[in-house]
C-alpha cells in the first residue's frame, strides 16, 4: 500500500509499505478520507512527542472495514466507519480513575501505531463507529476533532444562557464556535481572529476581527483559548467576570505571565482539556445534524499531499481543514 512515512523530522514521504493485518480486537480500514490536523504538521515537522521513526502519520481517518479480528462483534466487512485515534489502555492509574483519555500507557494513530496517511490502517474495534449514511467520508474523518471539542465545552462549564469568548479562528476555533451553537443556540457566542474568511465559517457567533476591532467584552463566563499566544490568554483574563473558566484549548508551549490578581479577586477558573471523555457517539449526532464539516476547505486526491500539506500549514490562505480522499 501507499503510506505517507516520517523517517525524520520535515522529512515525510510517500513509501510503499505492507498492508497492515488487524489483531483479533482490531479491524483494517480502506481509507476513504484522512484529513490533515494542525498536531499533524507539528508532528511531522518538529516530532516534539519522540515518536520512534519511521512512523506512518495521521489520526483523522474514516472509510470502509476490509477485515475484522477474531474478537471483534458489531462490525462486518463492508461497514464505512470513522476512527478515533486514541486507545487507552484501561489497566493503568488514570484509566482507573475514569480518566482513560489521559492514559499514562495510550496507543494512538500515527504516534506509536500506523496512522490513517496510507491506504490502509488497523484501529481497536471499540474506538470506531459507523459512519452515518448522510453525511461524506470527509465529514466523518471530523469525529475526533468534534469529539475533543465537545470534551472543550464540558471543561469550560457552558451552560443554557451563559456568555462565551472563542479567541482564535482556527479549525478549532471555528468549530467550537458552532458546536456551542448547536448545543447552546440560545447563547451568547462570540470568536475573535484575523481572518474574515475563517470567521465566516463560525455561524451566527458574533465576529471580532482583531486586524481592526479590539475585544472589549467583560461579561464572559466561558474563554476559550484556541490561539497558542499570552495574548489570547490575557485577553480570557481580562474579559471574563467573575467566577469564569478558562479552557485553555491550545497549548503555549513557553512559560508566559499571568495577572493572578485579576484570577484571585474575580476567582476565575482556569483549566486545560486535551483528548476527550469518550464523546464518540455525541460527535457523530452532531456531524449528522450540522454543517460543522464545512471546516473541510478542500479536498484533494491523496497522491496530492504534498499541495494538501501546503494548504494547510499556510495561516495566510483562506484555508481551514484540507482532507486527502483516497
Do not use: W
Request: contains cysteine.
Amino acid at each position: 500500500m501507499k503510506a505517507l512515512v516520517l523517517e525524520s523530522a520535515g522529512q515525510l514521504v510517500m513509501k510503499d509499505c505492507p498492508k497492515p493485518v488487524p489483531r483479533d480486537s482490531e479491524v483494517l480500514v480502506r481509507t476513504a478520507a484522512a484529513t490533515i490536523c494542525t498536531s499533524d504538521i507539528n508532528d511531522i515537522n518538529y516530532n516534539p512527542f519522540g515518536i520512534e521513526l519511521p512512523m506512518i502519520m495521521g489520526h483523522e481517518g474514516a472509510g470502509i472495514i476490509e477485515a475484522v479480528g477474531g474478537r471483534v462483534t458489531g462490525f462486518a466487512v463492508g461497514d464505512e466507519i470513522a476512527a478515533h485515534p486514541v486507545m487507552p489502555c484501561g489497566k493503568c492509574v488514570s484509566c482507573k480513575r475514569g480518566l482513560s483519555h489521559l492514559c499514562d500507557d495510550m496507543t494512538h494513530l500515527g504516534i506509536n501505531h500506523g496512522g490513517v496517511f496510507a491506504e490502509y490502517f488497523t484501529i481497536r474495534a471499540d474506538r470506531i463507529r459507523k459512519k452515518p449514511a448522510n453525511i461524506s467520508f470527509a465529514a466523518a474523518t471530523l469525529m475526533e476533532p468534534v469529539c475533543v471539542c465537545i470534551e472543550a465545552v464540558k471543561r469550560a462549564n457552558v451552560t443554557e444562557g451563559s456568555n462565551t469568548l472563542v479567541i482564535g479562528d482556527g479549525p478549532f476555533g471555528v468549530m467550537i464556535a458552532n458546536i456551542c451553537q448547536t448545543m447552546y443556540p440560545n447563547n451568547r457566542i462570540i470568536i475573535s481572529g484575523t481572518s474574515d474568511f475563517k470567521l465566516s465559517y463560525a455561524g451566527n457567533a458574533e465576529k471580532i476581527n482583531i486586524n481592526t476591532s479590539k475585544i472589549t467584552c467583560d461579561d464572559i463566563d466561558s474563554a476559550f483559548v484556541c490561539a497558542g499566544t499570552a495574548e489570547a490568554l490575557d485577553a480570557a483574563v481580562e474579559s471574563c467576570r467573575s467566577r469564569g473558566t478558562i479552557c485553555m484549548f491550545s497549548a503555549i508551549h513557553d512559560k508566559v505571565p499571568v495577572d493572578m490578581f485579576k484570577v484571585h479577586v474575580k476567582e476565575l477558573n482556569i483549566c486545560g482539556s486535551c483528548n476527550d471523555m469518550d464523546y464518540l457517539d455525541d460527535a457523530m449526532d452532531i456531524l449528522s445534524k450540522s454543517r460543522i464539516s464545512d471546516v473541510i476547505t478542500h479536498e484533494l486526491p491523496f497522491n496530492e499531499y504534498k499541495k494538501a500539506f501546503a494548504l494547510a500549514s499556510d495561516k495566510t490562505s483562506e484555508t481551514l481543514k484540507v482532507s486527502m480522499i483516497f
